[in-house]
């Protein structure tokens, strides 16, 4: 069916070839359809026609092309519908064929930051001044250079003009950039080398101009006899170009070279929405193609649209009043236009109290019109002044059950996680001394490996055994880097064994002189996580999208092994892409799926809208010093005051002289404001934050007088809020709400939301027993009935074997101290320190300084152990077993211990206790001692064969006094104290058979590991 087009519209398709045109008009005006449909008319009146249609941005270039294949059906061999970039990269390749060179190769920006960052080094070692030594290890400050010799390229300036317009408009550092200019430009040269072996790098900025002199030159080239096609100058009928305002004054010079080729040109453009500003676009540039050919221009015909058929109503009116504030770039008359849209936009502003009130109301908006209004998501956008703001602003808007696009990365790709992750394992199985026993534990516990810190910990434990049973002393660190070797006993253990291949496997490739993308294909296969973290790409949420995330910097790290083997060969060793990696100091270019055509809701910049519409569209953050950003661009290299001199003199057809004026600066912000809401078919929302700290913008102040103060709706309509709030409503103490509530639950329930089934509810979950842990029969021991006393939820946990690594190295150190008490009753104390340094070897200390003290500490313990045993009483009995039982009520308590050392005092015995742990029982406390007071009881109770005479008891602490063992004495105990030990045996078995265990606090509590989840602190909650 034919469409209807008005008469601005329908002069614009009458134009017949050959002819230049620029059609200029505003948002809404149909000038990307009619791009479509001048190119499907040249395709359908001539099939063989050959048309070009170009976008300076991909994605739009890409929505182009599947307009033209919807029209037509098919996708003619004849049509090429690109962005400006890979068009002229085309031409480049073309020509690379024709005279017998290899396909050339854009350079990325990163690469393109570590030849300037190597400039600038030596620039700094050979004392070149201009040059700031710090400043020039700041990616910010190279940044200012790139720039400048980027728009150097972009405006044909060469390195003599830059130092003339320097001189002539009293600017050095233009002089200082054309030495870089110069440098730049011998880098590239020498990279691609001499002769066809190596690919010619081709700078972004250059592209288009070298494809416009390819052409011109075309016939004059002379190619080389060898690996050269006979191939045509390209040509084309019809060369199309939607959006030129967002275009780099380059494009101008590579229009003029199609033109001489007999191309007809039809440009598309509207000054008013020039975004793309900061990369080189030139919002005047729709005027300037107007020009004659030898007055700046290429002649087009100014064509004007007149009518607009999107953002109609109070949107139209608020896009007038944005627009009616930017100075005009050569062109005006477009600005009176007529609405014809049936659909009316509105649009509201609304400021908040804070950036989370902000983002849940955008939320509960874009949820509200998805599950009330039926709008996809893909029709919805949400724009920001930058992209800076994107990582908040999506993980709030997933959080409230909103999907949106992924965002592309902006680190170097070095410290995004999985190539970090990769690099480490690389420069471990690579080192070549040996590597800190904590960096090989984190790589264990790292991304690839994945084992957890507790799996680890029992590894080692069962690695700590192999090497005892083999009659091994090796430590901790030492079996740890027994994995990197790939020794015996790491083999025996299965993860351990895995990560050894792998170590081994990348050493045996890059020994063997394989190139870097084949040594990080070793690492990569060998670890295996690639179908894991596909699997987990394809789901949606955070975890998704991290998967995503990761794979995607790992595919582009592969891309650059590969760049740098195809590059150079001799020069492609996994030493070499370190180093390449390590002076990268910018983001590689994203693959990451970025829509994709999901159902999701697209978070972008206004430079990222080229092309594109909504129905529904919110701009965010638009405070005062974000939208608009007045800082003036470029302060140190002045690129703009160097583009205004160039256009400027272009567009009045003499020198001018230039400005670099705050206005300028606004007239960007409200192009890219203008561009924003232009997106939306039939509502903008405006949001900003308005408190102590952040003040909305100049903008909203004059575009809505009477700006309304938005309140953060109560219900976000995300699943995971909709049920909290529906379960707080079951305990309001309101009978008519809790119906309801739970109702509605019973209802999502029903439909599987996740969190509404009661059965899942851990706070709602019956008691998983209310019968007594203990049944029958019952064991007890001194230390534990003390703990029971103390507090029973701290003594049921440690019986639950609930304890830390720390807590554990302790249990060793107590074992090997009391060990040497065994093995050296009577001393002497040389003998039991000798000893205890063959012993140390048992103990997995803790590396660095942590490790270091408490090794001097268990030195110190064996020798307080060894002045006390010389210095003691004769000893009866040593690492004694004591028992008795008790009747408790309706069953037997036994009481068992095993005694350190019993010790003759008269006609009796004493207990000595050892401790190497720093919590003293206090001198005044030591008398109702419960663990005392039940070592005396058992001796008294005939527990021990052949004792029956208490003499008292003595705690030892070894290893926390300088001045030797701190003894703590408790008296005899008399005959009548029996009855109350017997009462605190009883109270403590009634203690642990539950089902309830008491917090209790006490003095305790300031070194109880537990503490951060006890309920008698209050910083906790337990669930059982």
Same mark, same amino acid.
């Given at each position: 069916?034919?469409?209807?087009?008005?008469?601005?519209?329908?002069?614009?398709?009458?134009?017949?070839?050959?002819?230049?045109?620029?059609?200029?008009?505003?948002?809404?005006?149909?000038?990307?359809?009619?791009?479509?449909?001048?190119?499907?008319?040249?395709?359908?009146?001539?099939?063989?026609?050959?048309?070009?249609?170009?976008?300076?941005?991909?994605?739009?270039?890409?929505?182009?092309?599947?307009?033209?294949?919807?029209?037509?059906?098919?996708?003619?061999?004849?049509?090429?519908?690109?962005?400006?970039?890979?068009?002229?990269?085309?031409?480049?390749?073309?020509?690379?064929?024709?005279?017998?060179?290899?396909? *050339?190769?854009?350079?990325?920006?990163?690469?393109?930051?570590?030849?300037?960052?190597?400039?600038?080094?030596?620039?700094?070692?050979?004392?070149?001044?201009?040059?700031? =030594?710090?400043?020039?290890?700041?990616?910010?400050?190279?940044?200012?250079?790139?720039?400048?010799?980027?728009?150097?390229?972009?405006? =044909?300036?060469?390195?003599?003009?830059?130092?003339?317009?320097?001189?002539?408009?009293?600017?050095?550092?233009?002089?200082?950039?054309?030495?870089?200019?110069?440098?730049?430009?011998?880098?590239?040269?020498?990279?691609?080398?001499?002769?066809?072996?190596?690919?010619?790098?081709?700078?972004?900025? @250059?592209?288009?101009?070298?494809?416009?002199?390819?052409?011109?030159?075309?016939?004059?080239?002379?190619?080389?006899?060898?690996?050269?096609?006979?191939?045509?100058?390209?040509?084309?009928?019809?060369?199309?170009?939607?959006?030129?305002?967002?275009?780099?004054?380059?494009?101008?010079?590579?229009?003029?070279?199609?033109?001489?080729?007999?191309?007809?040109?039809?440009?598309?453009?509207?000054?008013?929405?020039?975004?793309?500003?900061?990369?080189?676009?030139?919002?005047?540039?729709?005027?300037?193609?107007?020009?004659?050919?030898?007055?700046?221009?290429?002649?087009?015909?100014?064509?004007?649209?007149?009518?607009?058929?999107?953002?109609?109503?109070?949107?139209?009116?608020?896009?007038?009043?944005?627009?009616?504030?930017?100075?005009?770039?050569?062109?005006?008359?477009?600005?009176?236009?007529?609405?014809?849209?049936?659909?009316?936009?509105?649009?509201?502003?609304?400021?908040?109290?804070?950036?989370?009130?902000?983002?849940?109301?955008?939320?509960?908006?874009?949820?509200?019109?998805?599950?009330?209004?039926?709008?996809?998501?893909?029709?919805?956008?949400?724009?920001?002044?930058?992209?800076?703001?994107?990582?908040?602003?999506?993980?709030?808007?997933?959080?409230?059950?909103?999907?949106?696009?992924?965002?592309?990365?902006?680190?170097?790709?070095?410290?995004?996680?999985?190539?970090?992750?990769?690099?480490?394992?690389?420069?471990?199985?690579?080192?070549?001394?040996?590597?800190?026993?904590?960096?090989?534990?984190?790589?264990?516990?790292?991304?690839?490996?994945?084992?957890?810190?507790?799996?680890?910990?029992?590894?080692?434990?069962?690695?700590?055994?192999?090497?005892?049973?083999?009659?091994?002393?090796?430590?901790?660190?030492?079996?740890?880097?027994?994995? #990197?070797?790939?020794?015996?006993?790491?083999?025996?253990?299965?993860?351990?064994a895995r990560v050894s291949q792998v170590l081994v496997s990348v050493r045996e490739v890059a020994a063997g002189g394989g190139l870097g993308e084949e040594v990080l294909w070793?690492?990569?296969?060998?670890?295996?996580?690639?179908?894991?973290?596909?699997?987990?790409?394809?789901?949606?949420?955070?975890?998704?999208?991290?998967?995503?995330?990761?794979?995607?910097?790992?595919?582009?790290?592969?891309?650059?092994?590969?760049?740098?083997?195809?590059?150079?060969?001799?020069?492609?060793?996994?030493?070499?892409?370190?180093?390449?990696?390590?002076?990268?100091?910018?983001?590689?270019?994203?693959?990451?799926?970025?829509?994709?055509?999901?159902?999701?809701?697209?978070?972008?910049?206004?430079?990222?809208?080229?092309?594109?519409?909504?129905?529904?569209?919110?701009?965010?953050?638009?405070?005062?010093?974000?939208?608009?950003?007045?800082?003036?661009?470029?302060?140190?290299?002045?690129?703009?005051?160097?583009?205004?001199?160039?256009?400027?003199?272009?567009?009045?057809?003499?020198?001018?002289?230039?400005?670099?004026?705050?206005?300028?600066?606004?007239?960007?912000?409200?192009?890219?404001?203008?561009?924003?809401?232009?997106?939306?078919?039939?509502?903008?929302?405006?949001?900003?934050?308005?408190?102590?700290?952040?003040?909305?913008?100049?903008?909203?102040?004059?575009?809505?007088?009477?700006?309304?103060?938005?309140?953060?709706?109560?219900?976000?309509?995300?699943?995971?809020?909709?049920?909290?709030?529906?379960?707080?409503?079951?305990?309001?103490?309101?009978?008519?709400?809790?119906?309801?509530?739970?109702?509605?639950?019973?209802?999502?329930?029903?439909?599987?939301?996740?969190?509404?089934?009661?059965?899942?509810?851990?706070?709602?979950?019956?008691?998983?027993?209310?019968?007594? #842990?203990?049944?029958?029969?019952?064991?007890?021991? *001194?230390?534990?009935?003390?703990?029971?006393?103390?507090?029973?939820?701290?003594?049921?946990?440690?019986?639950?074997?609930?304890?830390?690594?720390?807590?554990?190295?302790?249990?060793?150190?107590?074992?090997?101290?009391?060990?040497?008490?065994?093995?050296? *009753?009577?001393?002497?104390?040389?003998?039991?320190?000798?000893?205890?340094?063959?012993?140390?070897?048992?103990?997995?200390?803790?590396?660095?300084?942590?490790?270091?003290?408490?090794?001097?500490?268990?030195?110190?313990?064996?020798?307080?152990?060894?002045?006390?045993?010389?210095?003691?009483?004769?000893?009866?009995?040593?690492?004694?077993?004591?028992?008795?039982?008790?009747?408790? =009520?309706?069953?037997?308590?036994?009481?068992?211990?095993?005694?350190? @050392?019993?010790?003759?005092?008269?006609?009796?015995?004493?207990?000595?206790?050892?401790?190497?742990?720093?919590?003293?029982?206090?001198?005044?406390? #030591?008398?109702?001692?419960?663990?005392?007071?039940?070592?005396?009881?058992?001796?008294?109770?005939?527990?021990?064969?052949?004792?029956?005479?208490?003499?008292?008891?003595?705690?030892?602490?070894?290893?926390?006094?300088?001045?030797?063992?701190?003894?703590?004495?408790?008296?005899?105990?008399?005959?009548?104290?029996?009855?109350?030990?017997?009462?605190?045996?009883?109270?403590?078995?009634?203690?642990?058979?539950?089902?309830?265990?008491?917090?209790? *606090?006490?003095?305790?509590?300031?070194?109880?590991?537990?503490?951060?989840?006890?309920?008698?602190?209050?910083?906790?909650?337990?669930?059982?």
């Amino acid at each position: 069916m034919d469409k209807k087009w008005d008469e601005s519209q329908a002069e614009v398709l009458e134009l017949r070839a050959p002819c230049a045109a620029c059609v200029i008009g505003g948002p809404g005006s149909g000038k990307s359809s009619l791009a479509v449909e001048l190119a499907v008319r040249a395709l359908r009146d001539d099939p063989q026609a050959r048309v070009a249609v170009l976008s300076p941005d991909r994605r739009a270039a890409s929505d182009l092309r599947n307009k033209i294949s919807v029209e037509l059906g098919y996708l003619p061999g004849s049509l090429q519908v690109r962005s400006l970039t890979a068009f002229a990269f085309g031409i480049l390749s073309t020509y690379a064929q024709f005279i017998g060179r290899r396909e *050339p190769e854009l350079i990325s920006g990163p690469a393109q930051d570590a030849l300037i960052k190597e400039r600038f080094e030596l620039a700094v070692q050979l004392g070149e001044a201009g040059i700031d =030594e710090e400043a020039a290890q700041l990616p910010a400050y190279r940044a200012e250079f790139r720039d400048l010799i980027t728009r150097a390229a972009e405006l =044909e300036i060469s390195p003599a003009d830059l130092v003339t317009l320097s001189r002539r408009y009293d600017e050095p550092i233009w002089e200082l950039g054309a030495t870089l200019v110069e440098d730049y430009d011998r880098a590239l040269a020498i990279q691609s080398a001499v002769g066809h072996a190596n690919p010619d790098l081709v700078d972004h900025a @250059r592209v288009m101009t070298q494809a416009a002199a390819m052409l011109r030159g075309w016939e004059a080239a002379t190619p080389s006899a060898e690996g050269r096609l006979d191939l045509a100058k390209p040509r084309w009928d019809w060369v199309i170009v939607d959006d030129v305002q967002n275009a780099t004054l380059a494009l101008r010079t590579l229009l003029l070279a199609l033109q001489e080729g007999g191309s007809s040109v039809v440009a598309f453009g509207d000054p008013d929405v020039a975004v793309q500003g900061f990369r080189g676009g030139i919002a005047h540039l729709p005027a300037l193609l107007t020009k004659p050919v030898g007055g700046g221009g290429i002649g087009a015909r100014r064509m004007l649209l007149n009518a607009t058929y999107r953002c109609g109503g109070q949107a139209f009116e608020c896009l007038g009043k944005v627009v009616s504030g930017i100075h005009t770039a050569g062109v005006g008359k477009h600005r009176e236009k007529t609405v014809k849209s049936a659909e009316q936009a509105a649009i509201r502003a609304l400021t908040f109290s804070n950036v989370d009130e902000e983002l849940a109301f955008v939320a509960t908006e874009l949820r509200r019109r998805h599950l009330i209004d039926q709008v996809p998501y893909s029709r919805m956008a949400v724009i920001s002044r930058s992209t800076s703001a994107h990582g908040t602003i999506r993980r709030t808007l997933v959080h409230y059950g909103v999907p949106v696009q992924t965002i592309v990365n902006t680190r170097p790709l070095r410290e995004q996680r999985a190539v970090a992750a990769l690099i480490e394992l690389i420069e471990v199985a690579l080192a070549d001394a040996p590597v800190d026993s904590e960096r090989i534990e984190a790589l264990l516990t790292g991304l690839l490996f994945g084992i957890d810190s507790l799996r680890l910990r029992a590894l080692l434990r069962e690695a700590r055994g192999w090497e005892l049973a083999a009659g091994g002393r090796r430590t901790r660190a030492e079996l740890v880097q027994d994995i #990197v070797c790939g020794g015996g006993i790491s083999a025996k253990i299965p993860e351990f064994a895995r990560v050894s291949q792998v170590l081994v496997s990348v050493r045996e490739v890059a020994a063997g002189g394989g190139l870097g993308e084949e040594v990080l294909w070793a690492a990569w296969d060998g670890v295996g996580v690639a179908e894991r973290w596909r699997d987990q790409a394809m789901e949606a949420g955070p975890a998704g999208d991290v998967a995503d995330e990761d794979l995607d910097s790992v595919i582009s790290l592969f891309r650059i092994a590969q760049r740098q083997a195809d590059r150079d060969v001799s020069n492609a060793t996994i030493g070499a892409l370190l180093e390449l990696l390590e002076n990268q100091d910018l983001p590689e270019d994203s693959i990451a799926r970025v829509g994709g055509g999901a159902d999701e809701v697209a978070l972008v910049s206004p430079a990222a809208t080229i092309g594109r519409e909504w129905d529904y569209v919110a701009i965010v953050g638009v405070n005062e010093g974000v939208w608009p950003n007045t800082r003036l661009r470029n302060p140190l290299t002045k690129v703009p005051k160097l583009v205004n001199i160039v256009v400027g003199s272009a567009m009045a057809g003499r020198d001018i002289e230039p400005t670099q004026l705050v206005s300028d600066v606004i007239d960007d912000e409200l192009r890219m404001f203008a561009q924003a809401v232009s997106r939306a078919r039939r509502e903008v929302l405006v949001t900003a934050e308005d408190h102590d700290a952040a003040r909305p913008s100049r903008f909203l102040d004059w575009l809505f007088p009477e700006i309304e103060r938005g309140v953060a709706s109560p219900a976000t309509l995300d699943e995971t809020s909709l049920v909290g709030q529906l379960r707080q409503g079951l305990r309001s103490g309101d009978p008519r709400l809790e119906r309801e509530a739970s109702a509605v639950l019973s209802q999502l329930n029903a439909a599987g939301v996740p969190g509404a089934d009661p059965r899942g509810w851990i706070d709602e979950l019956e008691v998983s027993t209310s019968e007594p #842990v203990i049944d029958g029969v019952s064991s007890l021991s *001194p230390s534990r009935v003390d703990g029971l006393l103390k507090c029973p939820l701290a003594a049921f946990l440690d019986k639950s074997n609930v304890r830390s690594e720390e807590s554990g190295i302790l249990a060793d150190i107590g074992k090997v101290v009391h060990g040497l008490a065994e093995a050296f *009753p009577s001393g002497p104390k040389e003998a039991i320190v000798e000893a205890c340094e063959e012993r140390l070897s048992v103990i997995e200390f803790p590396s660095g300084l942590e490790g270091v003290l408490l090794r001097d500490r268990v030195k110190a313990m064996a020798a307080d152990l060894g002045s006390y045993l010389e210095n003691s009483a004769p000893a009866v009995l040593v690492e004694q077993d004591a028992c008795v039982s008790v009747d408790g =009520e309706g069953h037997p308590i036994n009481v068992r211990a095993r005694i350190d @050392r019993l010790e003759a005092v008269g006609a009796g015995v004493a207990v000595v206790d050892f401790k190497t742990g720093r919590n003293k029982v206090a001198v005044k406390d #030591v008398g109702d001692n419960p663990q005392l007071l039940l070592y005396q009881w058992l001796i008294q109770a005939h527990g021990v064969d052949g004792f029956s005479l208490p003499m008292g008891a003595r705690l030892v602490y070894v290893g926390d006094d300088d001045r030797g063992p701190t003894i703590r004495e408790q008296g005899p105990l008399a005959s009548e104290d029996a009855d109350r030990v017997i009462d605190l045996i009883k109270a403590a078995d009634q203690v642990q058979r539950g089902p309830d265990f008491a917090a209790l *606090p006490g003095s305790h509590c300031r070194n109880c590991r537990y503490t951060s989840s006890c309920p008698a602190m209050g910083t906790g909650r337990i669930f059982s």
